[in-house]
């Protein structure tokens, strides 16, 4: 499966985005799929995930009620609505795919996931 994420920008604290992950090769009904995020000088970190049924959901503390991942498999997208958005927030946002046979597991670990797409650039700042 490729992945292509979008929707980065730049935006000012407080404010909103929603990030896209299209799908292609494969439908994402197969995969749990996840996004993470990369700032500068820190190691990659998980942010939210989803299971293949989007019934089940994990975020990360620091985004926990600001953040909302959700999943459309007819359209083989994945989303992430980010609300209330602050400076630490600011880092490359990447797609994750894993296959897996379970409809109802949530992965959360970085290397849980084979598949990656390119990253999209998240700035918030005044």
């Known amino acids: 499966v490729q992945l292509q994420a979008s929707g980065g920008g730049l935006v000012q604290p407080g404010h909103s985005l929603r990030l896209s992950c299209a799908a292609s090769?494969?439908?994402?009904?197969?995969?749990?799929m996840g996004w993470f995020r990369q700032a500068p000088g820190k190691e990659r970190e998980s942010v939210a995930s989803?299971?293949?049924?989007?019934?089940?959901?994990f975020y990360a503390h620091s985004v926990l009620g600001r953040f909302t991942i959700s999943r459309d498999n007819d359209k083989n997208m994945v989303y992430l609505q980010m609300n209330s958005l602050k400076p630490e927030d600011t880092a490359v946002y990447y797609c994750a795919a894993q296959s897996t046979p379970d409809i109802k597991y949530v992965y959360y670990l970085e290397r849980s996931y084979n598949y990656w797409g390119q990253g999209t650039q998240v700035t918030v700042s005044s």
């Open positions: 090769g494969r439908t994402t009904s197969s995969y749990a």
């Open positions: 989803i299971s293949r049924n989007g019934r089940n959901t």
